[in-house]
């Protein structure tokens, strides 16, 4: 597992993947949290809050940016040749997406950790400084951690499935969408499911990530990021057995 894990970090940084991600990220979270949109950035509300990352800019640009990242993960094996070899050598299928998976997980973290400067920023601009909800940031910051681990399984579920890197990206992202958007967009409906809203929202990733946003950390939002992560590796180690078939 340990090298199939320091492969995949090489494979990232050694071309431009893994600095496109990074740099992309970082950019554009920049660029939403201090200066657009021009009514909720720091500088235009006058405000020091990180909600604008924590709400929609990290959230969005991680519903593409991880896709981005898995697609490649089996489906350039599989188009390559090279997962035949792989899943011949004595390790399990399990160390195989295990590897991969935590490969894909710190380069998430590389992207998110640069992202201190901003929380230390807004930290000297608050009045007295200091001035911050940091239990709520620190609790989205585990809740967007937890959200990333889950696209990043999804994602390579997605690239398990298929030896088109660009389908594994497209699948990647209706799924993350589906798993993040669609029970909340669902439970909206007040024909079918006025009275059944929460437990409609429960399904969906978007409500946990948003309970976590708020600086509780409750278990039943982790075991549900858990069951995820868990269900979609599982469902990828599968997929990879099915070639044994």
Known sequence: MLSIFIKEINSFFASLIGYLVVGIFLLTTGVMLWWFPAGSSI???NYATMDTLFS???PLLFLLLIPAVTMSTFAEETQSGTIELLVTRPISDWQIVAGKYFACIVLVLFSLLPTFIYFFSVWQLGEPPGNLDKGGIMGSYIGLFFLAASFVAIGLFASSLTK???VSFILAVVLCILFYKTFDAIS???IFFAKSDDI???FGIESHYTSMSRG???SRDLIYF????????SATVLSLGRRKW
């Open 43 to 45: 500088l235009a509300g």
């Open 56 to 58: 929609y800019a990290a």
């Open 164 to 166: 088109n890197q660009i």
């Open 188 to 190: 909206q409906l007040p």
């Open 200 to 202: 409609i929202q429960s």
């Open 216 to 218: 509780v950390i409750d």
């Open 226 to 233: 858990l069951s995820v992560i868990a269900l979609f590796l």
